[in-house]
């Protein structure tokens, strides 16, 4: 452990909240093999005693709901509002879900082969083994030690790096996790910079990472060079499309949402607003008046608010630079603009108007608070533009039903919501994951619990027809026979020709 350790710095005022040691590759070495060797114990536990461990750990977390809160606000900058409505909240309910969905999800199946009628196929999934979970630093919880349910109650062992901005939480969660009662060894952190992610893609079964494109695509290469299984969950630039006829004051309320919550850096938050120009004046004077409402402050400076710091600088020169982009191109300011004096990483929640689709604020990932608002012709060219992105993770479309339907059905996505924002993300019984450069595989639902398993295809004689099978079986092996092959020839006719679908009235 020779590394500088990691100091977290709070985003509100620039001070050192702790520092953590940057464990690297021994650190993820050792981690994986603790793993390794607790993984079979929790394997072999029945699906209701590992939703009992991750009952416990839910438990403790919300006894410690205070604590989690401070850290996370603390690391993060974000309001306690959405530390704890958001964060917390989700990863409450995605224990719900993975614990109750997990027995069907994963139970043994069988499959009765039409060609091989006399045999039937068991299917049996197992666990990978260990999974490294990689997280970014935007959802301390979300995105960390959320993504380590689902493998959990698969089966798996887990071991999470945190991103080396906010560690904090996912710390604490682990130590959550040990006072629970629950095999430390089952779900660890380690904390490091990006060598140490880079050891946990050399040697876990299978990797769930979150993050940014360029580092995603080197996580699944590698991933590919050793042929593990690996989900990207990275960026997007997710449209809302706002449509004549829709209901304008709500699409301006959940514009402003969607744009600032944690100060735009939500990877599903909205990076791109269209909307069609017999409504565009009022929309926007809508949206501009909300968001000139909303409170923003360092977290514990008064009551609630809605937007707190910016938790990376790096975002500030973003948002910076794609602004006088955009200005130089012919958009507007229509509120914000600049940053907030004081310490800490303030910008106020910008909008910009007569957006064009050249401009940087159009195709690069802002992930800040700044947005967009661009004027169009129709729903047509709405969808076109929408589409004209290198991600696709989430959309919203706002308009009467049919439609705002018809819309969300031709959005390049993996995700739409329709008159509404955000909030598809808590359907978790759903497959939540990106198209295009926003990510291969998906987090939630049944799928998401199956990927961190492997199948085993068990194949035997269907039962009472052992003699048949045996017959079978010594007229398709060695040595060949001309005569199994012209019945061979005529079964073939007769199941895929005409002549079972003379029979059944319809082919096979
Ligand atoms: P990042 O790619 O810089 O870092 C993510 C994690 O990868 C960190 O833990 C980092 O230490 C680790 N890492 C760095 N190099 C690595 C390597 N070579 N091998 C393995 N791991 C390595 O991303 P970030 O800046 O922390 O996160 C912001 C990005 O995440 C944004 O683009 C955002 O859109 C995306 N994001 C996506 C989702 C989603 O669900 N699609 C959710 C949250 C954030």
């Not at 608010?305 to 006088?324: K, M, N, S, W, Y």
């Not at 060219?381 to 993770?393: C, I, K």
């Not at 004689?461 to 048949?468: A, K």
Request: hydrophobic letters at 45%.
């Amino acid at each position: 452990m020779s590394a500088q350790p990691i100091r977290v710095l709070s985003p509100a005022t620039g001070a050192e909240v702790a520092s953590v040691p940057d464990e690297g590759r021994d650190g993820v070495a050792a981690a994986v093999a603790r793993a390794r060797s607790a993984g079979p114990g929790w394997a072999a536990l029945s699906y209701e005693r590992r939703f009992a461990a991750l009952r416990r750990f839910r438990d403790a977390v919300l006894d410690a709901s205070e604590t989690v809160v401070d850290t996370l606000v603390a690391e993060s900058g974000k309001p306690r509002h959405e530390a704890e409505g958001i964060e917390l909240l989700y990863l409450c309910e995605l224990i719900r879900f993975m614990g109750r969905a997990a027995p069907r999800a994963l139970k043994e199946e069988t499959r009765r082969p039409f060609l091989f009628a006399t045999k039937s196929t068991r299917l049996v999934r197992r666990p990978l083994g260990v999974v490294g979970v990689i997280g970014p630093w935007n959802f301390p919880i979300l995105n960390n030690a959320g993504d380590a349910i689902a493998p959990l109650m698969a089966g798996n062992a887990v071991v999470l790096k945190p991103s080396e901005v906010t560690p904090l939480t996912s710390v604490l969660l682990a130590r959550l996790w040990r006072e629970a009662g629950n095999s430390p060894a089952v779900f660890q952190v380690v904390t490091g910079r990006g060598e140490a992610g880079a050891a946990l893609v050399d040697t876990a079964d299978g990797i769930m990472f979150t993050g940014s494109v360029a580092t995603g695509r080197r996580v699944a290469a590698r991933a590919g060079e050793r042929l593990v299984p690996c989900v990207t969950e990275l960026g997007g630039k997710s449209p809302l499309i706002v449509l004549a006829g829709a209901d304008l004051p709500r699409a301006a309320r959940a514009a402003a949402w969607s744009s600032f919550i944690h100060s735009g850096q939500v990877c599903i938050r909205t990076e791109r607003i269209f909307v069609e120009e017999p409504v565009a004046d009022e929309f926007q004077a809508l949206l501009a008046r909300r968001v000139t409402e909303l409170v923003q402050r360092a977290p514990g400076d008064g009551p609630t608010h809605d937007l707190g710091a910016v938790t990376f600088p790096h975002q500030l020169e973003i948002v910076e630079r794609q602004i006088a982009d955009a200005v130089e191109k012919g958009a507007r300011v229509a509120t914000g603009g600049d940053r907030f004096a004081g310490p800490g990483n303030f910008f106020r929640p910008t909008v910009l108007s007569g957006a064009r689709p050249e401009m940087a604020v159009m195709r690069e990932e802002t992930f800040g608070p700044l947005v967009p608002v661009m004027r169009v012709k129709d729903a047509e060219e709405a969808v076109r533009l929408a589409n004209e992105s290198r991600f696709g993770l989430n959309a919203s479309v706002f308009g009467p039903e049919a439609a705002a339907r018809s819309v969300a059905r031709r959005l390049e996505s993996g995700n739409v919501i329709v008159n509404d924002v955000l909030v598809n993300y808590f359907v978790v019984e759903a497959p939540f994951g990106g198209w295009k450069e926003s990510g291969l595989g998906a987090r939630h639902g049944a799928e998401a619990l199956r990927q961190w398993t492997r199948t085993t295809a068990i194949t035997l004689p269907r039962r009472g027809l052992g003699l048949v099978d045996r017959f079978v079986a010594s007229r398709l092996a060695f040595p060949y026979d001309p005569r199994v092959r012209g019945a061979l020839q005529r079964a073939m006719r007769f199941l895929y020709g005409t002549g079972l679908a003379r029979k059944l009235g319809r082919r096979p």
